[in-house]
């Protein structure tokens, strides 16, 4: 396939809403967006078959780690991209609000001063999901914090990752 080929599809998926595209200097990343695949999952699987498919891919995964030999992998970024209808500072308010469980954030409760330099941990009742440091607050546009996931032991120990969130109007250009 041809670079312009490539270009062409990649714009494809763009438009769909598919992949983010991500300005660095001279160069665009494209990052997969998983929001509109999940909406999709959602829509044309039930739990029952999205159990019995998942079961199989364990199984898969699995089996194809006791034959093959382990080789370490670059991580990958990813870019989560979504529109939803409400103000800026209500989408702020809903994403730092401390001390109250959050239903779309499995019931965790936010607990920090969101002040830079600050740590933060995002946990349920005697358990921390989620640890890490504030590293820069512009209310309501952007948050970034470091990110070190506790939920599951499969997690690889290493540097926590940044979880950078930036708000802006649906009418803004992409990146």
């Known amino acids: 396939m041809t670079r312009f080929g490539v270009a062409k599809h990649l714009g494809i998926l763009a438009d769909a809403g598919l992949v983010t595209v991500v300005r660095d200097g001279r160069h665009r990343r494209h990052h997969l967006n998983p929001v509109p695949l999940q909406e999709m ?5 039930n739990r029952f ?10 199984l898969r995964t699995h089996l194809a780690q006791e034959t093959s030999v382990q080789t370490a ?21 809903a994403l730092t609000e401390t001390d109250v469980p959050r239903s779309w954030m ?20 005697g358990f921390d999901l989620i640890t890490g440091d504030v590293l820069a607050v512009e209310a309501p546009r952007r948050l970034l914090l470091s990110f070190d996931a506790h939920w599951t032991n499969k997690l690889t120990p290493s540097r926590p990752e940044n979880w950078n969130t930036s708000l802006r109007s649906p009418t803004a250009p992409a990146g």
């Not at 670059?74 to 989560?80: K, L, M």
């Not at 330099?117 to 946990?123: K, L, M, T």
């Open 49 to 58: 078959t999205a159990t019995g498919a998942q079961a199989l891919l364990d």
């Open 106 to 125: 499995y019931d965790s409760v936010l607990t920090s001063t969101l002040e830079v330099g600050s740590g933060y941990v995002a946990g349920v009742p």
């Open 73 to 93: 992998t670059t991580p990958q970024s990813t870019v989560f991209n979504i529109v939803i209808r409400a103000t800026a500072q209500r989408l702020w308010d």
């Open 41 to 45: 999952h959602a829509r044309w699987l």
